[in-house]
């Protein structure tokens, strides 16, 4: 696989930020790890370069001289109103527009299943779907991906969006026996996102290549991946440590899970 001179990765600190910057480092002369929390010593090919999403100047100084970005920065999970638009609607617009001005040529962007999270799971869908977001989360992935696909069309800046399922070890509950992806499979997939030649925008999902399956795989297919691993060889284990759900829990119906059952954060607060 080729390999780039720099490649920015942000949310370096995180579940998924960890294993990307042991797989990435082989691809990249060097590897610039950004994130708000803490990131350790840094290896011989490492840059550490904290900074918040939030900040436009910081983000600029950190998309200099990069090649191509992997953005897996942000909240990854629901939360209040204020937290996912700074995070992750300011943030992605300071990432796209920060790439823009420093020429950057493509970004991996760690998008959600959340942003077609009400789907149901007996809907075979595929990337070409309007988005159908299950939170104020989900809207900020999808808000991302309209970023992403007008910064493509407008200003020739290409983007991988990664719809990912579940990425743990091993699948936790029943439903991520159909949406779980492992981290072997996610360094491939986002491997061979920063490798295609030619992406455009271009959006995938991120899961591996599991018996059960809610969405059409085929666009990741295109730019190269095969999923190595399987949940159903957790199937057992899982079953055995929960039990099914009502027919008519939204966390069964829909493949967003229970993310289509969560309450709007901000009521919490109030
Ligand atoms: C996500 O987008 C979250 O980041 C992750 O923590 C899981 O909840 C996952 O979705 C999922 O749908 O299982």
Redesign the pocket.
């Given at each position: 696989m080729s390999k780039f001179n720099r490649i920015l990765l942000t949310g370096a600190a995180g579940a998924l930020g960890k294993v990307l910057r042991v797989g990435l480092a082989p691809l990249a002369t060097h590897l610039r790890l950004s994130d708000v929390q803490p990131l350790g010593d840094a290896d011989d090919n490492e840059e550490l370069v904290p900074a918040d999403l939030a900040d436009f100047d910081a983000v600029m100084d950190l998309c200099k001289d990069v090649d191509m970005v992997a953005h897996f920065g942000g909240k990854?999970?629901e939360g209040t109103s204020k937290e996912v638009f700074s995070s992750n609607i300011t943030g992605g617009y300071n990432i796209y527009e920060a790439c823009r001005r420093n020429g950057v040529k493509r970004v991996v962007f760690a998008s959600?299943?959340?942003s077609i999270g009400y789907y149901k799971r007996t809907e075979r869908i595929d990337d070409q779907v309007p988005h159908r977001p299950d939170t104020l989360y989900g809207v900020s992935k999808a808000f991302t991906e309209d970023l992403a696909s007008f910064y493509w069309d407008k200003f020739g800046l290409e983007t991988v969006s990664l719809r990912?399922?579940?990425c743990f070890p091993e699948p936790k509950d029943r439903r991520?026996l159909a949406?779980w992806m492992s981290h072997r499979d996610l360094v491939q997939l986002v491997s061979r996102s920063l490798a295609a030649p030619y992406v455009g925008f271009h959006a995938v999902y991120g899961v591996s290549d599991n018996t059960e399956q809610f969405w059409d795989t085929s666009s990741a297919r295109l730019i190269g991946y095969r999923p190595e691993d399987n949940a159903e060889v957790y199937r057992e284990k899982v079953e055995a440590a929960t039990s099914p759900q009502e027919l008519d829990d939204p966390a069964l119906i829909y493949a967003?899970?229970m993310?289509t059952a969560f309450p709007h954060y901000d009521d919490e607060q109030t």
């Open positions: 990854a999970v959600s299943n959340h990912i399922g579940s991520m949406t967003g899970g993310y």
